[in-house]
């Protein structure tokens, strides 16, 4: 397994998760790192990137203030820290590895993904 992501549960609005993401020293070192939704009946859809540093980040604007990811690049390890969260946040998550260093919004640029764990807020 190349990347685990963990950390999903059922919250009330208003509340917090952190979800984390193992990965494997190959494909975490040089590589910018993701996460990913997916709502029910919907596309995969982008929540937040970091680049291989840690230093750059970018997120989609519904997540904007609310989220933050980060990586430990000792423990290889990617976080996603959610608050504030809201029913529509409701999905199954996933981390993925970028083929580049770079933080990317791109679905394309992701080549490996890990298995989804599932974040359910209730109203």
């Known amino acids: 397994v190349q990347l685990q992501a963990s950390g999903g549960g059922l919250v009330q609005a208003g509340g917090s998760l952190r979800l984390s993401c193992a990965a494997s020293?190959?494909?975490?070192?040089?590589?910018?790192m993701g996460w990913f939704r997916q709502a029910p009946g919907k596309e995969r859809e982008f929540v937040a990137g970091?680049?291989?540093?840690?230093?750059?980040?970018t997120y989609t604007d519904s997540v904007q203030g609310r989220f933050t990811i980060a990586r430990d690049r000792a423990k290889d390890m990617v976080y996603l820290q959610m608050s504030s969260l809201n029913p529509a946040d409701t999905a199954i998550y996933y981390c993925?590895?970028?083929?580049?260093?770079?933080?990317?919004?791109?679905?394309?640029?992701?080549?490996?993904w890990g298995r989804g764990t599932e974040v359910t807020v209730s109203s």
């Open positions: 993925a590895a970028s083929r580049t260093p770079y933080m990317t919004t791109d679905y394309s640029d992701y080549q490996y």
């Open positions: 970091i680049n291989y540093r840690g230093a750059g980040t």
């Open positions: 020293r190959r494909i975490f070192s040089n590589n910018g």
